[in-house]
């Protein structure tokens, strides 16, 4: 069993840039690949970015490509995205997964509470 908790979400102005985290509970954080999507109201929730396990493997939306980065420390049991060049359609709510690599949320058996992410224009 993997508990995750997401952190690092609030309030900044387009082309602002925020770090989110995730915390993973349990000793098999290594093991899984792990993965942002996120959430707008009233919107189904879309995949962001994904990390292999290894860390050697990253695929990123379109919408977001060359702005965020994901990145993962292993001994931390961290996984981290970073969004720069923030834009008012990046608010959404921001979900931290983990599970198998894949950009489908049934590729994910794992995930956070989420947390929000407001871009102000």
């Known amino acids: 069993q993997v508990q995750l908790v997401e952190s690092g979400g609030g309030l900044v102005q387009a082309g602002g840039s925020l770090r989110l985290s995730c915390a993973a509970s349990?000793?098999?954080?290594?093991?899984?690949?792990m993965a942002w999507f996120r959430q707008a109201p009233g919107k189904e929730r879309n995949f962001v970015a994904y990390i292999s396990a290894s860390g050697s493997s990253t695929d990123y939306a379109d919408s977001v490509k060359g702005r965020f980065t994901i990145s993962r420390d292993n001994a931390k049991n961290t996984v981290y995205l970073q969004m720069n060049g923030l834009k008012p359609e990046d608010t959404a709510v921001y979900y931290c997964?983990?599970?198998?690599?894949?950009?489908?949320?049934?590729?994910?058996?794992?995930w956070g509470q989420g947390t929000q992410v407001t871009v102000s224009s």
């Open positions: 349990g000793r098999t954080f290594s093991t899984y690949s």
């Open positions: 997964a983990g599970g198998r690599i894949g950009a489908r949320t049934s590729d994910y058996a794992y």
